[in-house]
């Protein structure tokens, strides 16, 4: 008979818990709602934690879930698990019977699985709660999605405050299932974002010198702004200016009055943050100007870069070890310019955000994320589950 370590989950509970998460997770999948409209999902979420012992379940806000649970092994450190609970607005293209009843909206980045092995932590942990030291926070999260994020909105509204330590995990489709990424220090960038618009001179297009053109205007924007990344940055800091969108004109023969730009801005170095849309909007002055043109540059803070903290990151490279041991692999990961609100935690207390593979090449399962057919092999979801579980019961030990 296979015993389980102190951390781990009993192998005996092993297959029924994995069939009620992957149940919840594709409950989750049929009923996806969007950033700040998550009530069904809250309503869920909370019936499912308020049928299980021990747990004192609120909303620190109107579509977020909070449940607490105290320990009675011992005085030790308070530990706040996070998921997130919003989808996307796409239109599903899988055609499994668990795809999204709601037209145009779509949970295409995991977000449904990562709910569900929140659910599952808290069902082993609250069921257990002699095993467990200090106190276990299993925040439900709203609004990852959207800036300006429900993270920060919760953290508003107290969940961090007394908390020791956090922990999040994300599923991902480009890693391979049974492979754990851990990785201290910077993991994801800070996510802005900016709109311009350049106010020119309307014409026909076959009297172009009676006009003020705002596409040759904007053409030599991009064009300059490829040289904030490539000559005004130190190459070995990393950064990233994309122009994502530009909308300008009605007709081929027609110079339209002005043309609108937006994009997307991402770094980690919080001094080269900050000189981004100061450098940006020198250029744009200096080629409006001499074009006899004007703009307006709206520039908007997003998510702040996220730090794994190395403690933390070192305590939790054990606790997959010695939980989840042969059946995974562990690698150390690389920095990535994507985004994540799960920072706004990082500024209360140390914590480590993980990456749990979810792809599998010999079953489809390879689109990526925010993709029509995005989707997780669900054996993931095991890890997910066991890495909750361990990881608070480990740091909500006392510090030695």
């Not at 299993?138 to 908390?163: K, N, T």
């Not at 026909?204 to 705002?214: F, I, L, M």
């Not at 702004?225 to 990393?238: A, H, Y």
Request: hydrophobic share 40%; proline share 6%; glycine share 10%.
């Amino acid at each position: 008979m296979i015993r389980a370590t102190p951390d781990q989950i009993n192998p005996d509970e092993r297959t029924e818990l994995r069939e009620q998460v992957i149940a919840w997770r594709r409950w989750l999948h049929q009923h996806p709602e969007l950033s700040f409209q998550e009530h069904e999902t809250a309503n869920f979420v909370e019936a499912r934690l308020r049928e299980m012992p021990s747990l004192a379940v609120t909303r620190p806000t109107a579509t977020s879930v909070l449940a607490v649970l105290r320990g009675e092994a011992g005085p030790g450190r308070t530990v706040l698990l996070r998921a997130d609970m919003d989808a996307l607005p796409i239109q599903e293209e899988n055609t499994f019977e668990f795809a999204s009843r709601n037209p145009g909206v779509m949970h295409a980045c995991g977000h449904d699985g990562h709910t569900a092995m929140l659910l599952g932590a808290a069902q082993v942990l609250s069921g257990d709660p002699g095993r467990l030291c200090g106190e276990v926070r299993f925040i439900f999260q709203h609004a990852e999605e959207l800036f300006p994020g429900g993270a920060q909105q919760v953290v508003d509204a107290g969940v961090m405050d007394g908390v020791d330590v956090v922990v999040g995990t994300h599923l991902m489709s480009p890693i391979p299932t049974g492979m754990i990424v851990l990785r201290e220090g910077p993991l994801l960038a800070a996510s802005d974002r900016f709109d311009i618009t350049l106010q020119g001179k309307g014409g026909h297009g076959a009297s172009p010198h009676e006009t003020v053109d705002p596409v040759v205007i904007a053409a030599q924007v991009i064009l300059a702004f490829q040289t904030v990344i490539s000559r005004q940055r130190d190459p070995l800091e990393p950064g990233v200016l994309t122009v994502a969108q530009i909308h300008g004109g009605t007709a081929g023969n027609v110079i339209p009055d002005t043309v609108t730009l937006g994009g997307t801005v991402r770094t980690f170095d919080p001094q080269l943050r900050e000189q981004m849309p100061q450098r940006m909007e020198k250029l744009v002055r200096g080629i409006t100007e001499g074009y006899g043109a004007t703009y307006t540059l709206n520039y908007q803070r997003g998510y702040r870069a996220l730090h794994n903290d190395p403690g933390t990151t070192a305590i939790l490279r054990e606790v997959v070890r010695e939980t989840l041991g042969s059946r995974v692999t562990l690698h150390e990961g690389k920095p990535n310019m994507g985004g994540e609100d799960f920072s706004a935690y990082l500024t209360k207390a140390p914590g480590t955000f993980i990456l749990i593979g979810a792809g599998n090449v010999e079953q489809g399962i390879t689109a990526p994320h925010h993709h029509p057919r995005f989707t997780v092999d669900e054996r993931a979801l095991d890890h997910g589950v066991e890495l909750y579980v361990a990881a608070a019961r480990r740091l909500a030990q006392p510090l030695a």
